[in-house]
């Protein structure tokens, strides 16, 4: 489907953009290496933002019944949001190759983190136990291609596959003593 602009798109997604970018990878492998970095700061109480690129901070609070003030999403919810984002932009990607239009598509995500070890109540991660995540997904597509989709998308989702894997996270204490650095090695 062509553009008011002229550029073909899929699922909202410019083919021709990402064809330069597949075509500049295969040409030059560094051309996929990629480090984000993120600057947080804290705002008083459970009140943080997160500075991302060019972007407005993006807002992080606890609600009420945790001591917060509920003014934006938590970081475990930001989490889920995360994960539900990447798979978004995953199944609106990838079927680009197969031509699979995506008519309607909502992904709900749940997940118990271990609040009594957050607290410092008991010994143990206090992360989630588990995550699970609900595609909803129409499309006029065959459920086998739909199925395939599904798993290229899963096995693909950086975020996704960041979370499944054991990854070595390194939290220091920089100097002078006021600020914490997070590196991933």
Not at 86 to 101: D, S
Not at 173 to 179: G, I, K, V, W
Request: hydrophobic fraction near 35%; glycine fraction near 10%; charge should be negative.
């Amino acid at each position: 489907m062509d553009t008011p602009s002229g550029f073909p798109r899929l699922n909202g997604i410019r083919l021709d953009t990402v064809g330069e970018l597949v075509h500049a990878i295969l040409g030059d492998e560094q051309k996929a290496q990629t480090t984000p970095s993120v600057n947080v700061r804290w705002n008083g109480g459970f009140r943080t933002e997160a500075r991302i690129r060019q972007f407005d901070p993006v807002p992080s609070d606890a609600p009420v019944s945790f001591g917060g003030d509920d003014t934006a999403p938590n970081p475990v919810e930001q989490l889920l949001g995360a994960l539900g984002n990447c798979l978004a932009v995953g199944y609106a990607t990838n079927p680009n190759i197969a031509g699979i239009e995506i008519n309607t598509l909502n992904i709900k995500l749940k997940g118990r983190p271990n609040v009594q070890t957050f607290l410092s109540l008991c010994n143990g991660n206090a992360g989630y136990g588990g995550i699970k995540a609900e595609v909803y997904l129409e499309s006029n597509s065959s459920a086998e291609e739909l199925k395939d989709l599904h798993e290229k998308v899963t096995g693909s989702s950086l975020v996704g596959q960041t979370l499944i894997r054991p990854l070595p996270v390194t939290i220091e204490l920089a100097e002078p003593a006021n600020t914490v650095a997070v590196g991933l090695p």
